[in-house]
């Protein structure tokens, strides 16, 4: 194996990141995620640095497109050559990423401190990842042990950046165990069996001691409708009234004696339920009003809206929004507005700072961010956050801090069909979840609709393409985890660890002297 290796270093790299990519759920080989590198760094340190950042570029290319090859079933509603196109763009930005890594990782071989430090370095460049208009955290290393709850237990004091470090430090210590040998390898080779042995007994303290937490706990019931709209169907004006009937059919259940909702505290619908306006179609603001008051339960809803805007470029802002319904003809809509929008997709990124930008039209969706976070409910307060919203943990964090007791995010899946993207947003959420202590329920207009209490336990969740109501009774125990309270120095700390990495890297690395006769190892 190590010869073949040696001998073919591109194609271990492009294989092992292949298997990297089904390491996160649903597939069932998170367990990898501790050793699946080590092949590829062998593989790696015998390269030059140019050499090496191409090679894990071309891997990063096979990570990518198993990670985000579902995005093509866009094209059954977009412009196929806009959304071909900008696949394609996507895949090749993110695997730049792949590239740096190997590129550092080979570079980091320079020095011990460098390669020690590595793994807080690639915390660090995740955590780099979340900032800006063109961020798009969706497949961080931790992520990958969503398959086990005992083992993500830990993100609740750093965080899944932090996961992620433990994640490669795990497999730099299966490096070192091969690349070393002898008494100095089966020590390397302990303290690879210890990391995770530490962690999953770390992650069964924390979870005996939740045992009674959640009985103890207020809670309240939750009906989170699915009705599973076609895509190809939602936004198409000719089926705008089959699309909102099968929504009510699926909130009335098949009897006429008791509703699947009846009972409920609150009725969620999924992001663009109502795929129009809202404030255009008066008839349905006056339905959910009565449908609330007569299940004397709040409905949260998901629909677009508008505002005038006399701008050389626009006559409106438009906004991807959240209206909740309040259970009394006397209350008022209160409205969220999606704050992170995805990028291409929502808006193109940067338009505020370059005004010109207003004018190129893509075939994005041209969306404006909203105002400020929003905080629901009367004795158990939660937060609204809109599909994509939910992969950024500074949101989640935000949002306990402006007082939401738990997290209610509404997505639309529907433009994935039946591939795994459902399940890696579901796997997300969950992260976030554990990170700040606060149940979070989320429905999906297709799936995968689900329940996590305050430590990520599932507490029921429905299949892709169901059309049906789930309803649960949520607990709202009370946690504050280290994570919760500090997750922004925390972030921030990894990338101060990054940047003084990279110093580090030029003083050490490449500027360090050559002893005669050694082969240059430096760029070609």
């Not at 990842?129 to 830990?154: C, I, K």
């Not at 919203?389 to 995010?409: H, T």
């Not at 050559?514 to 760029?523: C, F, M, N």
């Amino acid at each position: 194996m190590k010869a073949w290796i040696q001998a073919h270093p591109r194609w271990t790299i492009a294989l092992f990141s292949l298997i990297w990519a089904l390491c996160y759920p649903p597939f069932p080989t998170g367990w990898l995620s501790f050793l699946v590198l080590v092949p590829a760094f062998l593989a790696t340190q015998n390269l030059r640095p140019r050499t090496a950042f191409s090679a894990w570029f071309v891997g990063g290319l096979a990570y990518n497109i198993v990670m985000y090859w579902w995005i093509y079933n866009v094209i059954k509603v977009g412009p196929p050559f806009i959304i071909g196109g900008g696949l394609i763009l996507l895949i090749l930005f993110l695997s730049l990423f792949n590239g740096i890594i190997g590129l550092g990782f080979r570079l980091a071989l320079r020095h011990p401190l460098l390669l020690a430090t590595f793994p807080l370095a690639w915390a660090g460049l995740e955590a780099a990842r979340a900032v800006g208009e063109m961020s798009f955290p969706w497949n961080d290393f931790g992520y990958a042990l969503g398959h086990s709850l005992t083992l993500m237990q830990g993100v609740s004091l750093y965080g899944v950046y932090g996961l992620s470090a433990l994640l490669i430090g795990a497999n730099l210590c299966l490096f070192q165990a091969f690349r070393q040998g002898g008494a100095n390898g089966r020590l390397w080779l302990l303290a690879w069996f210890l990391l995770p042995a530490v962690l999953w007994a770390l992650g069964i303290r924390t979870l005996l001691r939740t045992e009674g937490k959640d009985s103890s706990a207020p809670s309240l019931t939750i009906s989170l409708v699915q009705p599973s709209i076609p895509q190809t169907k939602k936004w198409s004006e000719e089926y705008f009234g089959e699309v909102m009937a099968k929504t009510f059919r699926t909130m009335d259940g098949p009897s006429s004696d008791r509703s699947p909702i009846a009972g409920s505290d609150l009725v969620v619908l999924a992001e663009t339920s109502v795929p129009d306006f809202l404030r255009s179609r008066p008839e349905l603001i006056d339905t959910f009003f009565t449908r609330a008051v007569q299940l004397h339960a709040p409905i949260l809803i998901g629909s677009l809206d508008f505002v005038p805007d006399r701008k050389p470029w626009r006559d409106y802002i438009f906004y991807n929004s959240a209206f909740l319904f309040p259970p009394n003809q006397n209350g008022s809509v209160e409205q969220y507005s999606k704050l992170r929008l995805v990028p291409f997709s929502e808006k193109l990124p940067f338009q505020n700072v370059f005004p010109i930008l207003n004018y190129v039209h893509l075939g994005e969706g041209d969306f404006s961010p909203g105002a400020g976070y929003q905080v629901w409910g009367d004795s158990l307060r939660f937060a609204p956050s809109i599909c994509y919203e939910v992969i950024y943990p500074e949101f989640a964090r935000q949002a306990k801090k402006a007082g939401a007791q738990f997290l209610v995010n509404i997505t639309n899946d529907g433009w994935f069909g039946r591939s795994n993207g459902p399940y890696e947003h579901a796997n997300i959420a969950r992260f976030r979840a554990v990170e700040t202590g606060m149940p979070l329920v989320r429905c999906a207009n297709s799936g995968v609709s689900v329940f996590y209490d305050a430590w990520g336990r599932d507490l029921g969740h429905t299949a892709l393409m169901d059309s049906t109501v789930l309803k649960r009774r949520l607990p709202v125990a009370y946690r504050n985890p280290f994570y919760a309270r500090h997750g922004g120095l925390v972030d921030a700390a990894f990338l101060a660890a990054l940047g003084i990495w990279i110093v580090c890297l030029f003083a050490m690395g490449v500027k360090r002297p050559r002893s005669p006769g050694t082969k240059a190892l430096g760029p070609d």
